[in-house]
């Protein structure tokens, strides 16, 4: 199964350097725009799910994706929504500035961003074996009350990393394969802190090496995340394949805002 994270494209409050949070600004034409080039290029992508912030500039980049993909819901969850920046919200941030003490903490951010993978994770697991079956938890006594979190790939067969670095250099978006494909659109800063928790011990992601993990997350650029589910361990194995993924948006650059208005220490 492959995860598809996408941000949102550019609303007015990003290119004025405004803090947005939870204040829900719509997208802007370039945005509407943004959200159509990335649509194009997933347009061939066997999206089977989708999700999305709540919020309506997250909503509507996944709606213009989804116009591709008819008969898929779009599932709104708050657990993949913008952190909230209090009195923050609303204006520009002096040089320097520190989040606000009525801001959201970053533990509670991390807290209902990882509830809500950990119940997509265990909706996606493949019924329990029954109980004869000595495979299920054998070797892995620290993962026995979290089976559903993703853990290093390193136990797989070099065969099997030979065939996964070929495929990492080109992810296909276009797959024929049957391959599950889920989309999720959220925000600069929520991405931000999600890819530092699929690096933390807890998910333990590999990385692809042709990852840049210091690029910022541009609107409407693409986080895909590779999950696969290991029946003998009852755990899932994760890898992060791209990030900060613009190729859609060649020749419209110039255009975009870099920094990540909302990532605020």
């Not at 074996?129 to 026995?144: E, G, K, M, Y």
């Not at 494909?181 to 011990?201: D, E, N, P, T, Y």
Request: hydrophobic content about 30%; some cysteine.
């Amino acid at each position: 199964m492959r995860l598809f994270f996408v941000r949102h494209g550019q609303t007015e409050d990003n290119v004025r350097g405004i803090i947005q949070g939870h204040k829900d600004t719509p997208l802007n034409d370039y945005g509407r725009e943004e959200s159509r080039r990335v649509a194009e290029r997933l347009k061939n992508a066997k999206i089977v799910e989708a999700w999305s912030s709540p919020l309506s500039r997250a909503q509507e980049t996944a709606e213009i994706i989804l116009q591709h993909h008819p008969g898929i819901e779009l599932q709104l969850h708050d657990g993949i929504k913008e952190r909230c920046l209090g009195s923050m919200e609303g204006r520009r941030r002096a040089r320097g500035e520190h989040a606000p003490d009525d801001a959201e903490h970053m533990d509670h951010l991390y807290r209902r961003a990882m509830e809500w993978f950990e119940a997509f994770l265990e909706s996606h697991e493949p019924p329990t074996p029954l109980p004869s079956h000595p495979s299920i938890l054998t070797d892995t006594p620290n993962h026995a009350s979290h089976p559903s979190r993703c853990t290093d790939v390193r136990s797989y067969s070099q065969h099997h990393n030979n065939i996964q670095r070929s495929k990492d250099a080109t992810v296909n978006f276009n797959d024929e394969s049957d391959e599950k494909i889920v989309l999720i659109v959220s925000h600069g800063a929520w991405l931000g802190a999600f890819f530092h928790l699929l690096l933390s011990k807890y998910f333990n992601c590999r990385v692809s090496s042709s990852v840049d993990k210091r690029l910022p997350c541009y609107n409407t650029s693409l986080m895909v995340v590779r999950c696969d589910f290991h029946e003998n361990k009852r755990q899932w194995k994760g890898k992060i394949e791209r990030w900060a993924d613009v190729e859609h948006l060649k020749g419209m650059m110039g255009k975009e805002v870099k920094e990540v208005t909302d990532d605020v220490k």
